[in-house]
């Protein structure tokens, strides 16, 4: 069952780097969805992990001509959120019509509590911290992700509303990729 959608290539660099214009997405399953910060040993092919914003929205939005401002009027909460990627691409190179092919690279998620918009200050400025095992590694702001979070949830909607696709629960990709997201060594948190 969908539980929602992962953004990816938000960030400008990202797009530079793999030569498109516009973000892409993928679907996020239920099952996807991890119940605790655990992943088996095995069960991806070659995981990262990547913090996020999620943004979760209370009703659906509709229309090629959706607004941030409309975003923040449906958000239900803002979540803290790791996402496992994987692919089936050795060491992640692959082309962008590879990256859609493959949904995005979206694996598995982590959600963590939720808090209402209200809560959260200018999610432009919300940070996002990667560490391995207490280390630092990168690190990275909501505003780099189509210069909002909410900014990347419209984007989103008016993308899957030219599609005729659903919109409910979107969760956007991070403003950043990490530059040390290698793959997960085993036993590491």
């Known amino acids: 069952m969908r539980a929602g959608y992962k953004l990816?290539?938000?960030?400008?660099?990202?797009r530079q780097q793999m030569g498109v214009e516009h973000?892409?997405?993928?679907?996020?399953l239920a099952d996807m969805r991890l119940p605790e910060p655990r992943l088996p040993a095995g069960?991806?092919?070659q995981p990262r992990v990547e913090p996020e914003i999620a943004i979760l929205l209370g009703r659906d939005l509709h229309g090629e001509a959706v607004t941030s401002e409309q975003v923040a009027a449906a958000t239900a909460a803002v979540l803290p959120a790791i996402e496992v990627v994987d692919s089936r691409y050795r060491d992640y190179r692959f082309k962008a019509v590879d990256n859609i092919a493959d949904n995005s690279s979206a694996a598995?998620?982590?959600l963590g509590a939720p808090r209402a918009l209200s809560d959260c200050g200018d999610l432009r400025l919300v940070g996002v911290l990667l560490s391995i095992d207490g280390v630092a590694v990168d690190q990275g702001l909501g505003a780099a992700a189509l210069g909002s979070p909410l900014a990347a949830v419209a984007w989103l909607v008016r993308h899957l509303s030219i599609r005729g696709a659903c919109r409910e629960y979107p969760m956007p990709h991070?403003?950043?990729r990490?530059?040390?997201?290698?793959?997960?060594?085993?036993g590491f948190r």
């Open 178 to 186: 990490p530059r040390s997201s290698g793959p997960i060594p085993k």
């Open 8 to 14: 990816g290539f938000t960030s400008a660099a990202m």
């Open 174 to 176: 991070s403003s950043w």
């Open 23 to 28: 973000p892409n997405s993928g679907v996020l």
């Open 43 to 45: 069960a991806l092919i």
């Open 108 to 110: 598995r998620y982590l």
